[in-house]
């Protein structure tokens, strides 16, 4: 008993990364993602978070590792690996990709607010306050802390998906039994279910975490437990987000364009109370997006450059690191109070730069944990090789799928079926 205590409370002790990381790919975006899915095409695409759900911890694990065994993040590792040239490329992407998706983020603070009746020029500039304090301010063990508070509200989701009282038989059967079609809208859905839960940032941010941790191999077991944990935590929360939409909205025919949406639309439906806890989530998942896709790019950039980095660092100790944050946490709320905007090309946009980055960063990250010269006795397996390529190959494919029915077919005018 003494035993498992000890295991229990190293456990707590390592903690953090993967079930962070994991529930933040669930931000305002893929709230968005999931609520249409459920919205426009029912339980059918359930089964698919299977599958993203394995990719997601085998991705998630490499860089977890690659960290607790190297102590450096994943863009230290490009540049040391592959050049200032290709890093210099990757960083301007991610940079363009994060900056879109914070925009985002603070847009569907906005969006929820609103639905609690507070306006977006007093709700957005107070939350962006709120995000930069909690990170600049604080020391890395009361951000983590609240980061995990931030990840347990999510259930609100499995709430509000109960109180709706969907068929739970039909739920189960679509989710073992695979369905697909060709219309160019159902393909889109699908990719942007995989490409918002499997994300670029998210493999940067996982492995910068571990390192600003200061995770070791000798700990890197539970945190191992930790990133699988968060994978299955994070699509159990989607399953919940499609249930609570498919078993109310597409029942009717309502069909919506985001997640504030799905909110207002339930209220007719399931009555005010799914409303508020479908719109607190979604508040919850922006706030906890605005705080962690800014500090992706903090971390990414400062590691690329060689700059200090932490988040128990001051503006003294890393003037880039805290600048970095401050600039794009600003920015991110300064453009969604810009009147008329057009937020749905921003999000797709982001979406558009992150498919096409994704295969670039996985390939990279995977190539990198396989190393003996980096990894030793900690590289990647037989099996492992075969499961990361295989998620790598299927990344490309749904990359290629994705400008294909988003970017080239429409540009010649071919519709595929919707």
């Given at each position: 008993?003494?035993?498992?205590?000890?295991?229990?409370?190293?456990?707590?002790?390592?903690?953090?990364?993967?079930?962070?990381t994991a529930n933040a790919d669930n931000d305002a975006t893929g709230i968005a993602a999931y609520s249409i899915v459920g919205a426009h095409y029912g339980y059918s695409l359930l089964w698919a978070l299977v599958l993203v759900t394995i990719?997601?911890?085998?991705?998630?694990?490499?860089?977890?590792?690659?960290?607790?065994?190297?102590?450096?993040?994943?863009?230290?590792?490009?540049?040391?690996?592959?050049?200032?040239?290709?890093?210099?490329?990757?960083?301007?992407?991610?940079?363009?990709?994060?900056?879109?998706?914070?925009?985002?983020?603070?847009?569907?603070?906005?969006?929820?607010?609103?639905?609690?009746?507070?306006?977006?020029?007093?709700?957005?500039?107070?939350?962006?306050?709120?995000?930069w304090y909690v990170v600049i301010r604080g020391n890395y063990k009361n951000v983590e802390r609240i980061f995990l508070v931030f990840s347990a509200l999510y259930v609100a989701y499995v709430i509000t998906a109960i109180v709706v009282h969907?068929?739970?038989?039909?739920?189960?059967?679509?989710?073992?039994?695979?369905?697909?079609?060709?219309?160019?809208?159902?393909?889109?859905?699908?990719?942007?279910?995989?490409?918002?839960?499997?994300?670029?940032?998210?493999?940067?941010?996982?492995?910068?975490?571990?390192?600003?941790?200061?995770?070791?191999?000798?700990?890197?077991?539970?945190?191992?437990?930790?990133?699988?944990?968060?994978?299955?935590?994070?699509?159990?929360?989607?399953?919940?987000?499609?249930?609570?939409?498919?078993?109310?909205?597409?029942?009717?025919?309502?069909?919506?364009?985001?997640?504030?949406?799905?909110?207002?639309?339930?209220?007719?439906?399931?009555?005010?109370?799914?409303?508020?806890?479908?719109?607190?989530?979604?508040?919850?998942?922006?706030?906890?997006?605005?705080?962690?896709?800014?500090?992706?790019?903090?971390?990414?950039?400062?590691?690329?450059?060689?700059?200090?980095?932490?988040?128990?660092?001051?503006?003294?100790?890393?003037?880039?690191?805290?600048?970095?944050?401050?600039?794009?946490?600003?920015?991110?709320?300064?453009?969604?109070?810009?009147?008329?905007?057009?937020?749905?090309?921003?999000?797709?946009?982001?979406?558009?730069?992150?498919?096409?980055?994704?295969?670039?960063?996985?390939?990279?990250?995977?190539?990198?944990?396989?190393?003996?010269?980096?990894?030793?006795?900690?590289?990647?397996?037989?099996?492992?090789?075969?499961?990361?390529?295989?998620?790598?190959?299927?990344?490309?494919?749904?990359?290629?799928?994705?400008?294909?029915?988003?970017?080239?077919?429409?540009?010649?005018?071919?519709?595929?079926?919707?």
């Amino acid at each position: 008993m003494k035993r498992w205590n000890r295991r229990l409370l190293a456990f707590l002790a390592i903690m953090g990364p993967g079930i962070i990381t994991a529930n933040a790919d669930n931000d305002a975006t893929g709230i968005a993602a999931y609520s249409i899915v459920g919205a426009h095409y029912g339980y059918s695409l359930l089964w698919a978070l299977v599958l993203v759900t394995i990719s997601l911890a085998v991705t998630q694990e490499i860089g977890a590792r690659t960290g607790a065994v190297s102590g450096k993040g994943l863009a230290a590792l490009i540049r040391e690996n592959y050049g200032l040239r290709i890093t210099f490329l990757a960083m301007i992407a991610l940079l363009v990709a994060n900056q879109a998706t914070t925009i985002s983020e603070f847009a569907g603070v906005a969006a929820s607010l609103e639905l609690f009746h507070v306006p977006r020029l007093f709700g957005v500039p107070a939350v962006a306050v709120l995000v930069w304090y909690v990170v600049i301010r604080g020391n890395y063990k009361n951000v983590e802390r609240i980061f995990l508070v931030f990840s347990a509200l999510y259930v609100a989701y499995v709430i509000t998906a109960i109180v709706v009282h969907p068929p739970w038989i039909e739920v189960l059967h679509q989710t073992v039994v695979p369905s697909f079609s060709l219309d160019s809208d159902y393909i889109l859905a699908f990719v942007a279910m995989v490409g918002t839960t499997i994300t670029p940032w998210g493999q940067f941010f996982i492995q910068a975490y571990v390192v600003d941790k200061g995770v070791t191999p000798t700990e890197y077991p539970y945190t191992r437990i930790d990133v699988l944990v968060g994978s299955v935590v994070t699509d159990v929360i989607a399953f919940f987000i499609i249930v609570a939409t498919a078993a109310t909205l597409f029942v009717n025919g309502v069909e919506i364009n985001d997640a504030s949406d799905a909110a207002q639309a339930l209220a007719p439906l399931a009555g005010p109370l799914a409303q508020y806890l479908f719109g607190a989530g979604l508040l919850n998942a922006s706030v906890l997006g605005a705080c962690i896709v800014p500090l992706t790019t903090a971390y990414a950039l400062t590691e690329a450059f060689g700059w200090e980095a932490g988040v128990n660092t001051s503006f003294r100790d890393a003037p880039w690191f805290n600048g970095i944050y401050t600039l794009v946490v600003g920015l991110g709320a300064v453009v969604v109070l810009l009147p008329n905007l057009p937020l749905v090309p921003v999000i797709q946009s982001a979406n558009i730069v992150n498919g096409v980055l994704l295969p670039v960063v996985l390939i990279l990250a995977a190539r990198l944990a396989d190393s003996p010269a980096i990894m030793g006795r900690y590289r990647n397996g037989p099996v492992l090789r075969i499961i990361v390529w295989l998620t790598v190959v299927a990344t490309i494919l749904l990359t290629a799928l994705l400008l294909l029915t988003s970017v080239v077919l429409p540009a010649v005018g071919i519709n595929l079926g919707s």
